[in-house]
């Protein structure tokens, strides 16, 4: 997957215990850009899959929304 969309990080996100950038970005795979990851990442939490919330020791982290959930269910 070279080319991840919002619906993938979403489901990445929902499916990590503590989903900070770097897990997302590990957890899309090896093959994934980067600067795409951060980009989808942007763009699910600015259509609302996805929340920012503060983690351990500062780290932000992502959690999915209740919309996440439902349109990562739709999309699968």
């Known amino acids: 997957m070279s080319k991840p969309n919002r619906?993938?990080?979403?489901?990445?996100v929902g499916e990590l215990?503590?989903?900070?950038?770097?897990?997302?970005?590990e957890a899309m795979g090896a093959d994934v850009d980067t600067e795409r990851?951060?980009?989808a990442?942007?763009?699910?939490?600015?259509?609302?899959?996805i929340t920012?919330?503060?983690?351990?020791?500062?780290?932000a982290t992502w959690?999915?929304?209740d919309k996440g959930k439902r349109k990562v269910a739709a999309n699968t």
Do not use: C, F, M, R
């Open 17 to 25: 215990p503590s989903a900070t950038e770097d897990a997302v970005v």
């Open 37 to 39: 990851v951060q980009h």
């Open 52 to 59: 920012k919330g503060a983690g351990d020791n500062g780290a």
């Open 41 to 49: 990442l942007e763009s699910a939490a600015k259509h609302g899959l």
């Open 7 to 12: 619906y993938d990080v979403a489901k990445a």
């Open 63 to 65: 959690e999915i929304s």
